[in-house]
């Protein structure tokens, strides 16, 4: 039986999946001044009548992370910066104790300044031995070469509670995303850490020996116990169990968009060759730009109880005039009308039309529909169904803009073979998924907009729950191996060792995917799909040497441990 | 970070592209510029925007170029990309898309002549000149300043340019006495049409720093302000660093960097530079930075010594000698384009062009028709020693009627013991061929 738990903003989500079949799930309002005893309350109601012994993984999404950046509840940190020549960044976004030491490492990971001893020393006299602090260590091109971050890490030891080494959280190359993220990870890594002591403990206490994993912004899973060395991994995990939720509810795996509507919001996501989206860099929090990989997600303001407006009075001929005159959100001003709100909504539309008869409405709530509706219609000398239709024309058109403004960015990625450009691969969905409480009625309209398929599940309620229930490790992993330095690196895993002069692509390629498998195996007992993502093999022509410059990405697959009966 | 400009960067590395795989033109030549801005996080700076090529079309080329026997034999796709990278950062430009822009793009362009049997210099296609005239067919008439900054001379460029007094040309490099191609001395000033126009600046070896932006300051800044472009265009070579291993200058990133803030082009476009360790990765992030108006105090190669690289007295002299000369020559280059000139009515030089990466060797005349109206109808007579008899016939852009019908008619007479007979006319934006 799998667990998955999603703790949202405002609700947490809970289901319990054996055999493929939903057998429970719950929901609960979060408590934000205790989100560990919203989680162990939400665990324990699901839980309370099942067999523990049954539970063979629980998957939780939390906010812990996420929550304790935005409001700034976060540990002290230092950070020791080794920037070299070139851009002078001050990071201004980070508010800390930042230091610039001496030493440089080139593009290529060759060693051109070392470490200055007495500068080291220096910084060391003047900290405490044993303080509370926490340190980050980031040295440019630590992915190539992590002998000064190691190095660094290991001299201040004593001094620090918690040391993150930029070179650990990602292999890709961005020197001031790393700086953050490194930073970010030691600032959240106290508030974590508490957080996973106590589910253990809450666990043992109850006798579950289930493993515990989190979700991570990418989609896939990590051990608690690796969450705990990398807490950074786990912010902004919501929108990557909405994308798996809806992933799960339906079967196929076309090129699609995703769209989950909600009250206040709908988030965009897009499924490519039965994969998502991946932002090109990483996900960015508050004023951070990291390098943690994320689910490409655009969050735009237009839900069910998005406030109606007219922008101008008065008819017009043109129909595309006419419907450019209602304005659909972005601003939320609380409930729809008919449900005791104070302005009319999207989902007063829906009243109007009729679309809205499951919630047995009283005559009293369909006339304050009917009051505020007519007001707008009147203003475009519209009746008030002719309103309330263009109205949700509207909101798909919206959509449909936005969806066709992220596809142009997704298909000018940048491209770095003449393969590529001659290919000149567009993504263009074949179907829209949609989910949320608008999604039934809002299917026809989105079909109008976008002339494609538009498919919605029965169910939808719980898919967060879901997506994080059948979320599965994951895990990327990028090699270099410069055979004229003789030197293999996998900043991920920590590996940086001596290779022969005559390493070859296909070497490289089985190492990095044993090494994969065997992280595999440690992250879960189901066998899970490996892949090579990206791979290169430079000739390397410096004066009378010549070699190779292997580059490899590999990673887990994204996916679902199972499918679900829907 | 906010960049100032707004700045448009094509970066197309040609990663499954080489000449061969040993050759200085080889995949791995902007590996190491693209480690070095993927490090610095260019992408994230708000106001830098990467964007891909659109490879070149047949017409792009054939405003520019006349391959022979076509287009499709002469260019490869990885060309017509590299070409078409060059035409985006023209169009970001001119669309109003940015401010500014640099094509990190490869192969390079500027050794390409006008006529084309192969590659030379490591050269197909003049990929700013097919930039630049897809520009100039689309928004229309453009005084363009072409600066070209390679360490070779950009005998491609001239040969395009050399007879148009709307696109002036100054191309500083290492002298050609000392190095690859062996042209671009300070006599060569242009056409009938356009004499003066055409400015070379020949350099000694191991001038440094100090004796490029003496030149800067001293030749090629008052140039532009006499001359006022509508637009300045950079030719971007990086082969004039200290570490470039088929050069003998002693330039630095810094050094590249202040003469972009200086020289302030709307456009760069990258040519050569092979030093693709030592150099290129700072020289490309000095000029980026220097593009988009941010700071770039902090770019310095690891090795950097300002000690060493600092420039002998007798360079400074000899440098200062060369700037007098060719600025003296640029005030009196109207008398000059008397005495070069006369009063011919038909100006012919002759030319042998060798396409050193191919083996081939080209033996042209070119003739231009001398005329008070406009530029003049020009052509080319040329053969190679793989067996083509050409004539190309050019209709320039400003071209009077009298010389667009003498055009069409040569070309209609012509082809008697040719090969291939060709005629661009630049007025009607048509290629013709038989």
Known sequence: MLIGIDMGGTHIDGVAISKNKIVKSVKHVVDHTDLYQTILHALNDLISDLDQKDISRINLSTTISTNSIVEQKISEVDLILQKGPGINYEFPEIDSNLKYIDGYVDHRGKMVKD??????????SKLKSGANKNLAVVTKFSTRNPEHEQALAEYFADNYYQITQGHTLSGRLN????????????????????????????????EITAPIYILKADGGTMHLKDAVETPVETILSGPAASFMGISALF???????????????????????GLPVFEPAGISIDQHKTLVRAIYSVSIGLGGDSKLSVSESGSTDDPADLIRKINVGPEREGAPLVFGGPEPTLTDAMV??????????????????EIGIGQLA????????EFSELALNRAAQIIKEKVDQLLEIINSQPVYTVREVLADRQIKP??????????????????????????????????????AALAQPTLELNLLADTQRKILIIPELNIYQKIGSRYSLSEGRTFILDQLNQAAKQLSESELETEIVEESSFNMVDGFKSGKNIRIKAQIKPGLSTEIEH | MQAKNKLGLVFFPAFDWAISPSHPEREERLLYTQDQIFEEGIQDIAGIEMYNPVPATEKDVQRVHFAVPDVRTRFSESHMVSMGGAIEAFDLVFSGRADKSFALVRPP???????????????VGNIEAVGLEAMRAKYGDLRVAVIDTDCHHGDGTEDIYWNDPDTLLISFHQDGRTLYPGTGYIGDAGGPGAYGYNVNIPLPPRTGEEGYLYVLENVIMPILDEYKPDLIVNSAGQDNHYSDPITNMNFTAQGYAILNERLNPDIAVLEGGYSIESALPYINMGIILAMAGLDYSGIREPDYDPVRLKQESSITEYVKEVCDTVNDRWHRRAELARDEYGDQKLVSRKKNIFYDTDGIMENQTQNFKVCKECSGLNYIDSNSDRGSRIKAITIPRDACSVCQKEGYDMYEQAGRGLTNVYLQDRINDQYHAK
């Open chain 1, 115 to 124: 470490l200055n001893k007495n500068e080291l020393e220096e910084i060391k």
């Open chain 1, 175 to 206: 020197f001031p995303r790393r700086v953050n993220t490194a930073y970010l990870n030691s600032a959240v890594y106290n508030t974590f850490q508490k957080f996973a002591l106590n589910i253990e403990k809450a666990l043992a206490e109850k």
């Open chain 1, 251 to 273: 079967d196929n795996q076309a090129d699609s968009v995703l769209l989950d509507i909600g009250g206040t919001t709908t988030d965009i996501f897009f499924l490519v060759d």
């Open chain 1, 352 to 369: 109007i039309l009729g679309q809205l008869e499951q919630y047995s409405l009283t005559e009293e709530q369909i006339e304050k529909s």
């Open chain 1, 378 to 385: 009147e203003k475009l000398k519209l009746s008030k169904a």
């Open chain 1, 430 to 467: 074949i179907e829209i998924k949609v989910i949320g409480g608008p999604a039934e009625v809002f299917s026809s309209y989105l079909e109008q907009a976008f002339d494609i398929e538009v498919k919605y599940p029965n169910r939808y309620e719980i898919a967060n729950a879901i997506g």
């Open chain 2, 109 to 123: 362009g500027h050794h390409a002549h006008r006529v084309v049997y192969g590659d030379r210099g490591f050269c």
